[in-house]
């Protein structure tokens, strides 16, 4: 919107946050702009993990013209202190007037106690300003809060008759230049990217973040029961990119293991389902490692136990157009399937958006009615994250029980 408003000063802020996407870590991105007598004279945003506030570097620089200020800020000012002191007590101690929010803390155990904290000194509070752009900006974060489990989006990209590589295993390229390089940017907004030991034996990735600009690289997590991992693969050449992680089951082989450690690599077991690894413990470990993003890149049995498993969050495919057939082309997603096309997995929130001639869907999945049983979305609430989580500013964690 042009005109000035709440709505527009609000999208100067959501501006501000969005720049930030993927450098906060399980921290979510915040923008703040304060606003004195029609004149813009603060403007902030969070941009690491245990430093300041949106909210502070913005009164920062509005100084002395902070008192009597509207403040806007696309998520709920602090109320506790953690790595950083509270943001609501800063609000109050520099006498602003008014704060506009654009949504509420999403812990529920410390949702809404910021804004309470402002009211009780007297200052106007707004909340609910474009509201959707705030929550989809911090999609990650709000279940990262709420369940201690990573948000996985799926990327995969194929034909347009869903191969994503020629019955000769050939796929480069699918797409075109436009859609692989957003899918760098994702990388880079992603804490970690996750595919399972075949895409890496078929493909040799290096699953870096490789922009024109420098960009911030992702743990590159390895599914990997047997620890087949070659040791000369790409990813675990010197300055390849991010980290790399290596899950496996327990017992595995402690020779392989041995050796991958030794190219850099780190291998961590984890429960496993018979001979595999566990999906669900494997995205519990990345939780208690605090990635609370995950870039799911894998291959047609990966991405289909992913979805089957019901761990999927969001999906982002590409679609190129071009038809290659093979009755044996590996496709996006192979899993067992559904008896019925009413029990299909369905997505909701579908958006289209060209890359030159390639088509993006984006979307999200929707899973039937599902109750809060193991191994069903919602159950991370309980089961999955015991105790409470905090919220803002780095000192997102969750206390468990022992």
Same mark, same amino acid.
């Given at each position: ?37 029609? +004149?813009?004279?603060?403007? &902030?945003?969070?941009?690491?993990? *245990?430093?300041?506030? =949106? #909210?502070?570097? /913005? @009164? $920062?620089? !509005? ?53 309470? +904290?402002?009211?009780?000194? &007297?200052?106007?509070?707004?909340? *609910?300003?474009?509201? =959707? #752009?705030?929550? /989809? @900006? $911090?999609? !990650? ?262």
């Amino acid at each position: 919107m042009d005109e000035l408003s709440d709505d527009h000063y609000m999208g100067l802020a959501l501006n501000l946050a969005r720049g930030t996407a993927g450098q906060t870590g399980i921290n979510p991105a915040v923008g703040c702009v304060v606003v004195k007598d029609g +004149r813009i004279v603060g403007m &902030g945003a969070h941009l690491k993990r *245990g430093t300041a506030h =949106a #909210e502070v570097h /913005a @009164l $920062n620089m !509005a100084g002395g013209e902070a008192e009597g200020a509207t403040v806007y800020v696309t998520l709920e000012p602090c109320s506790h202190h953690g790595k950083t002191p509270p943001c609501a007590d800063r609000l109050v101690a520099e006498r602003v007037a008014r704060v506009v929010v654009a949504a509420s803390d999403p812990n529920p155990a410390v949702a809404g106690r910021g804004l309470a +904290r402002l009211r009780e000194q &007297g200052i106007a509070v707004v909340t *609910g300003v474009r509201e =959707a #752009e705030a929550l /989809a @900006l $911090n999609e !990650a974060f709000r279940k990262y809060i709420v369940t201690g489990m990573p948000f996985v989006t799926l990327k995969t990209a194929s034909t347009l008759d869903g191969r994503v590589a020629s019955r000769t295993g050939d796929s480069r390229w699918i797409t075109n230049p436009q859609s692989r390089e957003f899918v760098h940017v994702l990388r880079h907004r992603n804490q970690a990217v996750l595919t399972g030991i075949g895409t890496v034996l078929a493909d040799d990735p290096e699953f870096s973040t490789r922009l024109s600009v420098p960009a911030l690289q992702p743990v590159r997590v390895i599914v990997d029961s047997e620890l087949r991992l070659p040791s000369d693969a790409r990813l675990l050449r010197p300055g390849s990119g991010g980290p790399v992680l290596v899950l496996t089951r327990e017992g595995a082989d402690p020779e392989r293991a041995r050796r991958l450690v030794e190219r850099g690599a780190e291998v961590v077991p984890v429960e496993g389902a018979g001979a595999r690894v566990s999906l669900r413990a494997a995205l519990r470990e990345l939780g208690r490692r605090e990635i609370g993003s995950v870039l799911l890149e894998g291959g047609g049995r990966l991405n289909g136990a992913m979805l089957a498993e019901q761990l999927v969050d969001k999906l982002v495919l590409f679609f190129a157009p071009k038809i290659i057939g093979g009755a044996n082309a590996p496709v996006s997603f192979a899993f067992e399937g559904f008896d019925r096309m009413a029990d299909a997995i369905r997505f909701t929130n579908m958006k289209a958006e060209p890359f030159g001639e390639d088509l993006c869907l984006t979307g999200y999945p929707i899973y039937g009615n599902l109750s809060m049983e193991e191994g069903k979305p919602g159950a991370e609430t309980g089961a999955e994250a015991t105790g409470t989580m905090t919220s803002r500013g780095g000192e997102a964690h969750v206390h468990r029980d022992h």
